[in-house]
């Protein structure tokens, strides 16, 4: 996961005052429920109700190429 500006094309998700933003590709990929959770020593895991996409997941700065 990317800390990032909001795009007009993402979808906004808020959970217990925190903010997610999808993009509609990802979004269409992974179905509903879209579930983010975190585990203190395993990170982030992104999953719905049926499949585990990615579990360790870091938070990182995006940075800037251009």
Request: proline share 3%.
């Amino acid at each position: 996961m990317v800390l990032d500006e909001s795009n007009q094309l993402d979808e906004k998700i808020e959970v217990d005052g925190l903010s997610f933003q999808v993009n509609s590709f990802t979004k269409s990929q992974v179905g509903d429920p879209l579930i983010i959770d975190y585990k203190p020593n395993y990170g982030f895991v992104i999953k719905n109700n049926n499949e585990v996409f990615a579990h360790g997941v870091k938070l990182q700065n995006r940075q800037n190429n251009g």
